[in-house]
Structures are given as structure tokens and as C-alpha cells.
T-cell receptor
Framework: GQQVMQIPQYQHVQEGEDFTTYCNSSTTLSNIQWYKQRPGGHPVFLIQLVKSGEVKKQKRLTFQFGEAKKNSSLHITATQTTDVGTYFCAGRGTDSWGKFQFGAGTQVVVTP | DGGITQSPKYLFRKEGQNVTLSCEQNLNHDAMYWYRQDPGQGLRLIYYSQIVNDFQKGDIAEGYSVSREKKESFPLTVTSAQKNPTAFYLC???????????FGQGTRLTVV
């Protein structure tokens, strides 16, 4: 079955530094979404990528979908304390309607 | 305001008891989902429903049951057959496979 893996599991970042988290699928995806969950909160949608090689930016966040549509990345520049939380990717397989497969998430801790 | 509502926020259950978690949405979404989240882990799919009166098992359906009698409601019952029910339960809905999921605030279930 489809599996989605995220690395790293934990990311400690100094405020102002950049970091990248990666998402890899065992199968080709129709689209991939990214969510952020603040401590004690619920996941909140950030962005969706659909096209092969697609790159989207949201202020300091850059999302990329791989050419083979089997991997994705989230790059955050100039990390701020507001970036604290867990970032999840969720991929939809090409043969499963409406069913997300979430990665285990990357927990981000920011030190001032 | 449109949204997805879960209740209760906290729930305590004695061993051997069934409990039902409520999930209501007024977003007119066709698809609804139940996820389980354990500390430091990602979201695991329990059940999902694409349309009224139809639902499918997710990755960890054993010990759980659902119903979808109305479009806006998707309650989850945690039965006594679920051996390790203590977790954070998240309900979500989406319009289609190409749109984002909206999550409720979650229910934290503890077995005492």
C-alpha cells in the first residue's frame, strides 16, 4: 500500500536560520498537501501541489513537488518563533478518491 | 460561521465501555474522515465516508465503528474492542479529492 515518509522527525532551528523538511511517497501521487499543527491544536491546511515540478511560495515558505510526483519538500527561510509546530504532508494516491495518507510529520522547535 | 465541530473536547472512558465522538460540519462537504493521533506521531486514518450512507475502513478501523446517516454528521464510536483507545481523535471534511481538508478541534479520549 501507499506509504508517505517524512524526514527529519524533529528539527531544532535557531531563529533566523533556514531549514527544509522532506516528504517521500512509495507510489506516485495525484496531489500532495501540507498542513501545520501548532502545539495543542489541530492541523491547518497550508498548500496543495498538483503538477509535476510545481513550486509555490507563501512568504517565507517554499513548497516543491518532485518531477516524478513521489516527493515534496517544504523550505522555510529566516525561521521565526511563530513557525513552531509540526508540519505534515499528505498525499493522495492516483487510485484512491478522497483518502489522504499523512506522513508522521516534522516537529519544529525554534530557539531564540 | 462555516466549520467543523467536534465534541466533547475531553472525554474519559472506563475500560469496557463504548463511547461516541461527535463530528458535525456545515461546509456542505461530501467527504468526511476520522483520524487518530498518538503523541509524537502522525495522523492515522480510521474511517472515511465519501457520501451519505456509505463509508470505508481506513488503516486502523478495528475496534471502531461509524455511521453517515446525514451529510453533515459523521459520529465515531470507540468500542470496548479497541485495546488502546487513549489518543487524540480528529475529524475532517473535504469537498473533493482536489481540495483541502478542514479539521475539527479534536477530542482527547482517555481511558481511566
Amino acid at each position: 500500500g501507499q506509504q508517505v515518509m517524512q524526514i527529519p522527525q524533529y528539527q531544532h532551528v535557531q531563529e533566523g536560520e533556514d531549514f527544509t523538511t522532506y516528504c517521500n511517497s512509495s507510489t506516485t501521487l495525484s496531489n500532495i498537501q501540507w498542513y501545520k499543527q501548532r502545539p495543542g491544536g489541530h492541523p491547518v491546511f497550508l498548500i496543495q501541489l498538483v503538477k509535476s515540478g510545481e513550486v509555490k511560495k507563501q512568504k517565507r515558505l517554499t513548497f516543491q513537488f518532485g518531477e516524478a510526483k513521489k516527493n515534496s519538500s517544504l523550505h522555510i527561510t529566516a525561521t521565526q518563533t511563530t513557525d513552531v509546530g509540526t508540519y505534515f504532508c499528505a498525499g493522495r494516491g492516483t487510485d484512491s478518491w478522497g483518502k489522504f495518507q499523512f506522513g508522521a510529520g516534522t516537529q519544529v522547535v525554534v530557539t531564540p | 460561521d462555516g466549520g467543523i465541530t467536534q465534541s466533547p473536547k475531553y472525554l474519559f472512558r472506563k475500560e469496557g465501555q463504548n463511547v461516541t465522538l461527535s463530528c458535525e460540519q456545515n461546509l456542505n462537504h461530501d467527504a468526511m474522515y476520522w483520524y487518530r493521533q498518538d503523541p509524537g506521531q502522525g495522523l492515522r486514518l480510521i474511517y472515511y465516508s465519501q457520501i451519505v450512507n456509505d463509508f470505508q475502513k481506513g488503516d486502523i478501523a478495528e475496534g471502531y465503528s461509524v455511521s453517515r446517516e446525514k451529510k453533515e454528521s459523521f459520529p465515531l464510536t470507540v468500542t470496548s474492542a479497541q485495546k488502546n483507545p487513549t489518543a487524540f481523535y480528529l475529524c475532517a471534511s473535504s469537498n473533493s479529492r482536489y481540495t483541502e481538508a478542514f479539521f475539527g478541534q479534536g477530542t482527547r479520549l482517555t481511558v481511566v
